[in-house]
Nanobody, 116 residues
C-alpha cells in the first residue's frame, strides 16, 4: 500500500522560511517524478514545483522562482521544498504528488500560513 505524507508546514512571518518534506512509501520512489502543488482557500489547486526521478530536471511556477527550491533524497524516499522569502500569498495547503505515467498518489497536505 502506498503512503504519501507531507510535513513541515506551520505559521511563519512574511520574509521567513520553511522546509516541507514528503515521504512516499510502498512504491519504488526513485522511479517517480515528484511534484508539489498548493491550494489556497477558495482557489483551484495549482502546480508549484517538480523534480525528475534522478534529480536532473526541476520546474517551478513563475510566482515561486528564485524563492523555492525542490530537492529529493532517493535513499530516504523523501522530497523537499525549501521555501524562502515567504509572502502572504504563499498561504495554502501544500500537497505532494508521486507520479509515474498514469500512476499517481497524493498526500493529505500540510498547511502553510504566512502572516504577521
Amino acid at each position: 500500500q502506498v503512503h504519501v505524507v507531507e510535513s513541515g508546514g506551520g505559521l511563519v512571518q512574511p520574509g521567513g522560511s520553511l522546509r516541507l518534506s514528503c515521504v512516499a512509501s510502498g512504491l519504488t520512489f526513485s522511479r517517480y517524478v515528484m511534484r508539489w502543488f498548493r491550494q489556497a482557500p477558495g482557489k483551484e489547486r495549482e502546480y508549484v514545483a517538480d523534480i525528475s526521478a534522478n534529480s536532473d530536471m526541476e520546474g517551478y511556477v513563475d510566482s515561486v522562482k528564485g524563492r523555492f527550491t525542490i530537492s529529493r533524497d532517493n535513499a530516504k524516499n523523501t522530497v523537499y521544498l525549501q521555501m524562502n522569502s515567504l509572502k502572504p500569498e504563499d498561504t495554502a495547503v501544500y500537497y505532494c504528488r508521486a507520479e509515474m505515467g498514469v500512476d499517481h498518489y497524493w498526500g493529505q497536505g500540510t498547511q502553510v500560513t504566512v502572516s504577521t
